[in-house]
């Protein structure tokens, strides 16, 4: 779906180099619409009201402080399409931006009933800051191959664009602008629209970067590995690039009042805290080191801890010294960087992907910083396999117990769930029956 509008379920980080744009919808919201979304509304808020919601974000709150707590289990990035067996995710709006809204709370209404977890229903309908970027002078180029029409996730084949000094020195700082105009009135339509169902506010961005990501899409994963063997020299001249541009882009973020602390999720884990903001916080636009920031060098699997720190945290430390908090860490195994992240010294959460070797990296972190479970999504593509869903979420609630180490469960990245809703029904009962042998 082409989104009109940005509602906070859809997360919050700011991509820094990719083009945004922002536009304000036409809001023809027919009648029967308005009384759709209004029933929805109603059905989300009784949501919202139940006590175990304030009871979950205390617990959220104290674990990403850092205490020792039963480990909250979140599940993300979901293959929608597969997951409508019963209906109840079919749109029945008419106008785009009534199905945008009509998505969100069908979804949240559909992963309450399902599968739950220990997720957070807000008591507030959250619109996300709108903004616009002219990117940095390219655009990602690439093919792409999907076995699945219906499911986001495909295989990328990008364009190396940038293969050369001139092509990396070309490359132009972006212009941020915020829109508060558009801003304005879609709250004021939406506040018309659900009536007093439900409030209705702005939530801002934290602070999402990764040049090696970008460097990913504008050059293809294998020519970044083999140039750190082949041309070095370019591969710290394009992140030098890249760390300038980003420096201009957040900067213009902080200045046009686009951060915020006041986020529910930082990529799809948990972000309730009472460390952020900064103390010295004056309640007026929030700043860099009021927020979180999250990043991950996801190809470096392939490459020594020694380079990742040359060529990924050396040129982001800059931002990681700025921001409040730092969330480090996706899909590559970080046991054995654990030297270089301490040198971190705002860090506060680490990822552990499925490759990661978990007793080490708890004994490791042990109570300083918070170790984010990511579980193999490949458990519910086709059947549950119960044995080996025990021993992998066992051994880190184990090695997190003795290590004294805070944790949660995250299960994201679910390019599939075999077509079977109760994949992921079960998935939470299993997790859950593990973790209860510790905590009651």
């Not at 059905?43 to 850092?66: G, H, K, T």
Request: glycine share 4%; net charge negative.
């Amino acid at each position: 779906m082409n989104y009109p509008f940005r509602i906070g379920e859809f997360g919050a980080g700011v991509p820094a180099f990719l083009p945004a744009q922002a536009r304000m919808p036409a809001w023809n919201v027919p009648k029967s619409d308005r009384e759709a979304l209004k029933e929805l509304a109603k059905r989300y808020a009784e949501l919202a009201a139940q006590p175990v919601n304030q009871e979950r974000i205390a617990r959220l709150r104290d674990m990403n402080d850092l205490k020792p707590v039963r480990p909250p289990v979140w599940i993300d990035e979901l293959p929608w399409h597969e997951l409508n067996v019963t209906g109840e995710l079919t749109l029945h709006c008419q106008s785009e931006e009534a199905k945008t809204l009509e998505e969100f709370f069908r979804r949240i209404l559909f992963r309450w009933k399902y599968f739950q977890a220990d997720m957070v229903v807000e008591d507030t309908l959250w619109l996300i800051k709108s903004y616009s970027s002219n990117g940095i002078g390219i655009s990602i180029k690439e093919e792409t191959i999907a076995t699945d029409t219906e499911n986001a996730v495909v295989s990328h084949h990008y364009e190396d664009q940038l293969d050369t000094d001139a092509k990396v020195d070309a490359l132009t700082a972006p212009a941020v602008k915020a829109h508060p105009e558009i801003d304005r009135k879609n709250l004021e339509v939406l506040s018309e629209i659900l009536d007093g169902a439900l409030p209705v506010a702005l939530r801002g961005h934290y602070v999402d970067y990764s040049p090696w990501e970008h460097m990913a899409e504008f050059r293809g994963v294998q020519q970044c590995i083999d140039d750190i063997i082949e041309r070095p020299e370019l591969i710290h001249k394009t992140m030098k690039k890249f760390a300038d541009l980003g420096t201009s882009f957040f900067d213009q973020c902080e200045a046009e009042g686009l951060l915020d602390f006041n986020i529910q999720k930082n990529h799809c884990t948990p972000a309730y805290t009472s460390g952020l903001p900064a103390k010295d916080y004056d309640g007026g636009k929030v700043r860099f080191k009021d927020t979180w920031l999250r990043t991950r060098a996801q190809m470096f699997v392939m490459v020594s801890p020694a380079m990742r720190d040359e060529y990924d945290l050396q040129y982001i430390r800059p931002f990681l010294d700025r921001a409040g908090y730092v969330y480090y860490g996706c899909c590559e195994p970080l046991d054995k960087c654990m030297s270089y992240l301490r040198q971190i010294p705002n860090m506060r959460k680490i990822g552990a992907s499925p490759w990661a070797n978990i007793p080490s990296l708890a004994e490791q972190i042990g109570g300083d910083y918070v170790l984010a479970r990511k579980p193999n999504p490949a458990s519910v593509a086709v059947g549950l396999n119960e044995d080996a869903l025990k021993k992998e979420i066992g051994e880190t609630v184990e090695s997190c117990i003795k290590h004294k180490c805070p944790y949660e469960f995250v299960l994201k990245d679910i390019s599939t769930a075999g077509r079977k809703l109760e994949n992921l029904i079960n998935w939470v009962t299993v997790v859950a029956s593990v973790i209860d042998k510790q905590y009651r």
